[in-house]
């Protein structure tokens, strides 16, 4: 049996526990979560000790490139005078672009071993791409005069997604059993990236960017907010149908 240890934040624990959740679906493991007063812990074994490896790897990965870029970036970024709704769809957008690269660059710098500090692990064997970051957060806090009109700043989110790699030509969205769900031309449910997201419209607005569709066919108009449909309208533009 190959036991691996992960250590986090104590604010992190409902991370763990997402973590906790896609490890036992993905592989055969046993998996166990607590915490104490200053961190949370998750302990996992299996016999397969590649499965396991790899599976740990792309956990920790999509933790750090989805986690730590978002807090990295609302700790850094001075926009104080946008919309909180908009600065949050901003730092998403940011988030996401250039995504791929991130996880490519955390992969390769993860050496595991029997216990795996996480933000040690960030905050001393990544400063690259902390630098990188710290270039975006630079350039938009630089430029925060442009940002004082809301439709500037949907300008940016709309640049950033048409930069972005398409995951699907189209897809459908409706909403179902209180939530929002996103399936592709074949109407197979698409994976929510942003299932620890509390606020289901700005996961719905984060899922779409992070697919950048060509097309959304949109039935759940009567279920979203004005300021949620107004960001999507603005940066999606002619991309949106309106149906019913």
């Known amino acids: 049996m190959f036991e691996y240890t992960i250590k986090a934040n104590l604010i992190d624990y409902n991370l763990l526990e997402y973590m906790k959740y896609s490890l036992s679906q993905n592989i055969n493991c046993i998996v166990a979560l607590s915490k104490t007063k200053q961190e949370s812990i998750l302990s996992v074994a299996s016999n397969n000790k590649k499965e396991l490896i790899n599976a740990l790897i792309k956990e920790i990965t999509k933790y750090i490139a989805f986690k730590f870029k978002e807090s990295f970036f609302y700790n850094n970024l001075k926009l104080t005078q946008l919309n909180l709704e908009y600065k949050k769809a901003l730092i998403k957008a940011l988030v996401l672009f250039d995504i791929e690269s991130d996880e490519r660059f955390i992969k390769k710098n993860i050496i595991l071993t029997k216990t795996i500090d996480i933000n040690s692990l960030f905050y001393f064997k990544l400063n690259l791409l902390k630098l990188n970051w710290q270039e975006m957060v630079n350039v938009a806090n630089n430029n925060a005069c442009a940002f004082f009109s809301n439709e500037n700043f949907l300008e940016l989110i709309k640049f950033l997604i048409e930069s972005m790699p398409k995951k699907e030509k189209q897809v459908n969205v409706i909403f179902n059993n209180n939530k929002f769900e996103i399936t592709n031309s074949n109407n197979k449910i698409l994976k929510n990236q942003f299932e620890n997201e509390n606020n289901i419209e700005l ?13 959304i066919n949109l039935y759940c108009i009567n279920n979203l907010s ?9 940066i999606f533009n002619k991309n949106i149908n309106l149906l019913v």
């Open 203 to 215: 996961a719905l607005v984060s899922n779409l960017i992070y697919i950048a569709p060509e097309k």
């Open 226 to 234: 004005n300021s949620t449909f107004k960001i999507l309208y603005h």
